[in-house]
């Protein structure tokens, strides 16, 4: 067999340890961590399905080595903690009889301890301890560690590696970026010791050296370490590449793969987790820069998941394994997909925060395009439904097309209704705005995969009750989405007026400066997209902020690119519009005129409801989902299209 992409699928030997491919499942976090900070059955069917979908490696994240001065918010391995080792050992056996090596993550947060637990409240009862004595920017004191606390933090990991081999795992990874301890002694922002573990860069690499010298004499020679790093903190005060690459190479004696991330705690979770805002593969040059310096392989991540960019990555030698996170939540069979030159069926991560939203609210997984993430144990494989039905979907939109899809995976003949000339719903409106191109790749995605499942697609088909009734289905599902809300102002069918929903139809019409009525979600990118061109853009927002429907993730993010070129105004309600531009009530109540050539109308959407309620009837099972329900997300619409499909 010839392979698409050879480079990726090639196996790749790491320490002692054969690898099956250079695609590997980088460390997230599990779903379920019990009273006992044990790895819950959740998180075990959690990695298990990244192994199921051929990743060469599937990380464990994250083991808490030294819980005395580390308020954990993950795993511990601790044979004093009844389970401990045995919910590890099964984790690893999940992992592994799927062919994938498992590892697990040691970590310790030092003065950021407790970061992610549920609990907020809890953080001011914890004792933290960093490197430097210190004050928190939440006002919380730091404890420089004595060199007793050093040197158990660093018998510690020893302790826990060796832990994790005796309980299967193939692999540590040592957490030396960040911001957590390790990287806290190596980053000058942090590390303001006067002793033997400051001031020179050989001091400040002193603790990393001996933690890993205690876990390679706790694993043995062969056993693979690897070692996760900033390349660059980005940060005023931190360090760059170039001493990032001295780090690398002060380490690399230690450790079988260098893992090369990027940033630090403080500030920039856009670039150790780059948004739909910048470029795919924004930090590979960090591992670029590091691989020409040392021998070792080289490992690299950050918002990668397209096999053609990954493939080029290994071909011309930036890193020896790509690693991927969020790429694996949307599509766990990316790598197997990769393997047997599929790539056309993988489901692209949207890089829209969802998944990191749902860790930080509720400590659980959810994805926008995978609604089996975090819900694992509920069952991963669909299987043929014991009687074939006849069901019609009503809607191409991205729940209709998820409904379809499995239920023709499970055996029922299915008809699709789209009112349009194409499938794909609201995903089509994206398809002009390149950072949010995936969205509208979304859609053909779903659409290639019912086709390929023989869904009988009838474009240009409004659905009504005479012709579904025709069809004399068994069940119906009704997913036909939202229509944008029209305000009813003077001048709203003006030449110089464009729906968002239409702005991919024509993107010429929008000119040197706009003025967007709505600092909703869908707004405010549309404003990222014009200031990115060069146009001179306002949004007009009547509440007191832009963006409540953003989670809490992906909205700081948003407010950073929005300051770069928008003019925001809040309390500001759209009166009528001329072709000056659009008049406002201030929240003086003044009239203001906001100058623009073009008007760009985003005040929301509205769910189809005449259509829902004319076929409540119109089968023996009915069901309503997405949109068309209550005007949501991509991942409402995802998450119930696939359960309706189940439940027939």
């Not at 001295?246 to 780059?274: C, M, N, W």
């Not at 097309?401 to 609201?426: M, S, Y």
């Amino acid at each position: 067999m010839k392979r698409k992409f050879p480079n990726l699928s090639k196996p790749i030997r790491i320490g002692n340890v054969m690898f099956r491919n250079r695609m590997f499942s980088a460390p997230m976090g599990g779903t379920d961590i019990t009273a006992d900070f044990c790895i819950g059955p959740a998180s075990k069917a959690f990695y298990e399905l990244r192994a199921k979908g051929g990743a060469g490696a599937v990380t464990v994240s994250e083991v808490m080595v030294h819980g005395e001065t580390d308020g954990s918010h993950a795993y511990h391995l601790d044979l004093s903690i009844p389970g401990s080792l045995a919910s590890a050992t099964y984790t690893a056996d999940a992992i592994r009889r799927h062919g994938s090596i498992p590892s697990v993550e040691l970590s310790h947060s030092g003065q950021f301890a407790g970061t992610y637990l549920a609990d907020k409240t809890k953080k001011q009862s914890l004792t933290q301890w960093g490197v430097s004595p210190t004050v928190r920017a939440d006002g919380i004191h730091v404890q420089p560690l004595t060199q007793e606390k050093i040197n158990e933090i660093v018998q510690a990991y020893g302790e826990a590696a060796g832990l994790a081999k005796r309980a299967g795992f193939e692999m540590v990874m040592v957490h030396g970026g960040h911001g957590w301890l390790i990287n806290q002694f190596l980053s000058p922002l942090f590390n303001k010791r006067e002793d033997h573990y400051g001031g020179s860069l050989e001091n400040r690499c002193r603790f990393a050296v001996e933690v890993l010298k205690s876990v390679r004499a706790a694993v043995g020679e062969g056993f693979p370490i690897e070692f996760r790093m900033s390349g660059s903190e980005f940060v005023e005060g931190g360090y760059d590449i170039a001493e990032g690459v001295e780090i690398a190479k002060r380490i690399e004696e230690y450790v079988d793969l260098i893992h090369v991330s990027a940033g630090t705690y403080q500030g920039t979770f856009g670039i150790t987790h780059p948004s739909m805002f910048t470029e795919h593969g924004t930090n590979v040059f960090l591992a670029a820069e590091i691989k020409k310096q040392v021998k070792k392989p080289v490992a690299t991540i950050g918002g990668l998941n397209d096999p053609a960019q990954m493939e080029e990555i290994i071909a011309s030698g930036k890193a020896d394994v790509v690693e991927m996170a969020r790429a694996l939540l949307a599509d766990p069979f990316l790598p197997r997909k990769v393997m047997v030159n599929e790539d056309q069926d993988i489901v692209h991560c949207l890089r829209c925060f969802v998944c990191m939203a749902e860790r930080a609210e509720t400590t659980t997984r959810r994805c926008t395009v995978n609604p089996l993430i975090g819900r694992e144990l509920e069952g991963t494989d669909i299987y043929p439904a014991p009687v074939k039905k006849k069901v019609v979907v009503v809607g191409g939109g991205p729940g209709g097309l998820e409904a379809a899809k499995t239920a023709a995976q499970r055996g029922h003949q299915v008809i699709l209704f789209e009112k349009d000339a194409e499938l794909g719903g609201i995903l089509n409106c994206e398809a002009a705005i390149p950072f949010k191109y995936e969205m509208y790749q979304l859609g053909q995605t779903f659409a290639k995969q019912a086709r390929d499942l023989g869904v009988d697609i009838r474009l240009n088909t409004a659905a009504n009750k005479q012709n579904i009734e025709a069809e004399q289905p068994d069940a119906l599902i009704i997913a036909a989405g939202s229509s944008p809300i029209l305000p009813k102002l003077e001048g709203i069918d003006g030449p110089n007026v464009t729906l968002i929903n239409n702005y991919h139809k024509k993107p010429d019409a929008i000119k040197d400066s706009v003025v967007i009525l709505g600092g909703g979600l869908a707004g405010c990118e549309a404003a990222i997209h014009f200031a990115r061109q060069g146009k001179k853009v306002t949004v007009v927002e009547m509440r007191k902020e832009v963006a409540p429907d953003a989670n809490v993730r992906h909205r700081p993010l948003l407010i950073q690119e929005l300051a770069k070129g928008v003019d925001v105004k809040t309390e500001h309600q759209g009166v009528r519009i001329t072709s000056e531009g659009l008049w406002c009530l201030s929240p003086s109540n003044q009239e203001i005129l906001i100058p623009a050539k073009s008007v760009v109308v985003a005040v929301g959407q509205r769910p189809n409801r005449s259509v829902a309620e004319e076929l409540l009837d119109a089968a023996p099972f009915v069901v309503e989902i997405g949109d068309v329900v209550r005007a949501s997300t991509i991942t409402t619409a995802v998450y119930q299209g696939y359960h309706a499909a189940m439940d027939i």
